[in-house]
């Protein structure tokens, strides 16, 4: 069925049964061209990109077991190309077992978490126009829908307590993005930040709730802006003569963290902190080439990567200026350990990093906070990578 213009194609149509009731709860359509040489067609494969993206198939082969709201121990999101396409997997650490939560040829990315009701937000690719949705799931990979299909979307996350996801989203897609926010049942999204002279994005929330932290380039550099949840009363706590990025709240919101090329050439960014109510700065890392970082649960640490060929995690004490790397290597190292987040299993703190080699391939990593037991902790099948940020 479905062969197309001049029957350049088959067709297949996949419809899936509730093994109870018999009733049809999905199905998936694809066309396949008979020759190699002839390219497949646009236009279909847009709409059978997003009917498979939002038919609710259980495309797993052992369900995930029922995770308890308010309980993520051990638990987390990563990506995948073991199966062909960019795919997302849930890693149990207690069960030391992996679960594939989509199952197509599509590019998704940037899974996320809602610790208060145990749903993923994520971005997919949805066709050669280059724009991206906002989509959501269950973690079982249950009930995928769409939350933002107009424009394209570059970023999301979910606020503190969960009831409402922000998106840095381009409504033309012309890289100019304005802060839209959404509740994770749908329901129309409405806009909170949006400058017609600037690109509002790197969105990120105190823990307590009352503030959200953006960059924005209104101003000719990209800027750091502090302002309420909804969006009111923003402010610039950053200066004019050098651009900021990844603004990020430190766990008991007395510092705010960012990056920036102040006092650096080519770019190159620098680690930064400064305290919220006084608005002091203090330079962290000189001429370090930093690419991403996150707090530890203890407000004085943070943990960061940079490099200059090859990439270091690295620690840092604000208080005591103490700098170390975090994985000592008894060996020369051929790989980069890149995006660092932080995980808690049985009451202790982990970072989980991505290890990228010369070649390309990638492979998850876990360690602790000092350094010991680091460890791939994904199946050595395909690439495996962390881009939580």
Same mark, same amino acid.
């Given at each position: 069925?479905?062969?197309?213009?001049?029957?350049?194609?088959?067709?297949?149509?996949?419809?899936?049964?509730?093994?109870?009731?018999?009733?049809?709860?999905?199905?998936?359509?694809?066309?396949?061209?008979?020759?190699?040489?002839?390219?497949?067609?646009?236009?279909?494969?847009?709409?059978?990109?997003?009917?498979?993206?939002?038919?609710?198939?259980?495309?797993?082969?052992?369900?995930?077991?029922?995770?308890?709201?308010?309980?993520? !121990? =051990?638990?987390?999101?990563? +990506? %995948?190309?073991?199966?062909? /396409? *960019? #795919?997302?997997?849930?890693?149990?650490?207690?069960?030391?077992?992996?679960?594939?939560?989509?199952?197509?040829?599509?590019?998704?990315?940037?899974?996320?978490?809602?610790?208060?009701?145990?749903?993923?937000?994520?971005?997919?690719?949805?066709?050669?126009?280059?724009?991206?949705?906002?989509?959501?799931?269950?973690?079982?990979?249950?009930?995928?829908?769409?939350?933002?299909?107009?424009?394209?979307?570059?970023?999301?996350?979910?606020?503190?307590?969960?009831?409402?996801?922000?998106?840095?989203?381009?409504?033309?897609?012309?890289?100019?993005?304005?802060?839209?926010?959404?509740?994770?049942?749908?329901?129309?999204?409405?806009?909170?930040?949006?400058?017609? !002279? =600037?690109?509002?994005?790197? +969105? %990120?929330?105190?823990?307590? /709730? *009352? #503030?959200?932290?953006?960059?924005?380039?209104?101003?000719?550099?990209?800027?750091?802006?502090?302002?309420?949840?909804?969006?009111?009363?923003?402010?610039?706590?950053?200066?004019?003569?050098?651009?900021?990025?990844?603004?990020?709240?430190?766990?008991?919101?007395?510092?705010?963290?960012?990056?920036?090329?102040?006092?650096?050439?080519?770019?190159?960014?620098?680690?930064?902190?400064?305290?919220?109510?006084?608005?002091?700065?203090?330079?962290?890392?000189?001429?370090?080439?930093?690419?991403?970082?996150?707090?530890?649960?203890?407000?004085?640490?943070?943990?960061?990567?940079?490099?200059?060929?090859?990439?270091?995690?690295?620690?840092?004490?604000?208080?005591?200026?103490?700098?170390?790397?975090? +994985?000592?290597?008894?060996?020369?190292?051929?790989?980069?350990?890149?995006?660092?987040?932080?995980?808690?299993?049985?009451?202790?703190?982990?970072?989980?990093?991505?290890?990228?080699?010369?070649?390309?391939?990638?492979?998850?990593?876990?360690?602790?906070?000092?350094?010991?037991?680091?460890?791939?902790?994904?199946?050595?099948?395909?690439?495996?990578?962390?881009?939580?940020?």
């Amino acid at each position: 069925m479905s062969t197309g213009k001049s029957g350049k194609y088959v067709g297949v149509l996949e419809i899936f049964f509730d093994k109870n009731s018999k009733k049809p709860v999905s199905y998936n359509n694809k066309l396949i061209s008979i020759t190699q040489d002839i390219e497949a067609d646009p236009i279909l494969e847009k709409v059978n990109s997003k009917i498979f993206r939002n038919a609710d198939r259980d495309t797993l082969t052992t369900i995930p077991p029922p995770l308890k709201k308010g309980t993520m !121990d =051990g638990v987390f999101a990563f +990506i %995948s190309d073991r199966n062909g /396409g *960019q #795919n997302i997997f849930l890693k149990l650490l207690d069960k030391n077992f992996e679960y594939r939560l989509t199952n197509s040829d599509a590019l998704f990315s940037v899974p996320k978490i809602s610790v208060s009701d145990n749903s993923i937000i994520y971005l997919a690719d949805v066709d050669t126009s280059l724009s991206t949705e906002l989509m959501i799931m269950d973690i079982t990979g249950k009930n995928k829908r769409t939350l933002i299909n107009s424009g394209s979307v570059k970023e999301a996350s979910f606020t503190a307590d969960g009831k409402w996801v922000y998106a840095a989203v381009s409504e033309k897609n012309d890289n100019h993005y304005n802060i839209l926010r959404i509740r994770p049942d749908g329901g129309d999204a409405s806009t909170i930040i949006s400058w017609n !002279d =600037g690109s509002e994005q790197d +969105i %990120s929330f105190s823990l307590d /709730g *009352q #503030n959200m932290l953006f960059t924005s380039t209104r101003d000719g550099r990209n800027r750091v802006y502090i302002c309420a949840i909804n969006g009111e009363t923003p402010v610039c706590i950053s200066d004019n003569d050098a651009n900021y990025y990844l603004p990020k709240f430190s766990p008991d919101g007395y510092y705010i963290a960012y990056l920036s090329d102040k006092n650096n050439f080519n770019g190159k960014r620098d680690l930064w902190v400064q305290e919220k109510i006084s608005g002091s700065k203090i330079q962290l890392t000189t001429s370090a080439g930093v690419e991403d970082y996150c707090w530890y649960y203890n407000k004085d640490v943070i943990i960061y990567s940079s490099g200059v060929n090859l990439v270091d995690l690295n620690t840092i004490n604000i208080k005591t200026k103490e700098n170390n790397k975090l +994985i000592k290597n008894t060996h020369p190292k051929d790989y980069s350990e890149r995006n660092p987040y932080l995980i808690k299993w049985k009451n202790s703190w982990y970072i989980l990093y991505t290890r990228e080699y010369p070649d390309g391939k990638k492979k998850l990593f876990m360690t602790g906070i000092d350094g010991e037991n680091d460890k791939q902790i994904t199946i050595d099948e395909g690439n495996a990578w962390n881009n939580q940020e």
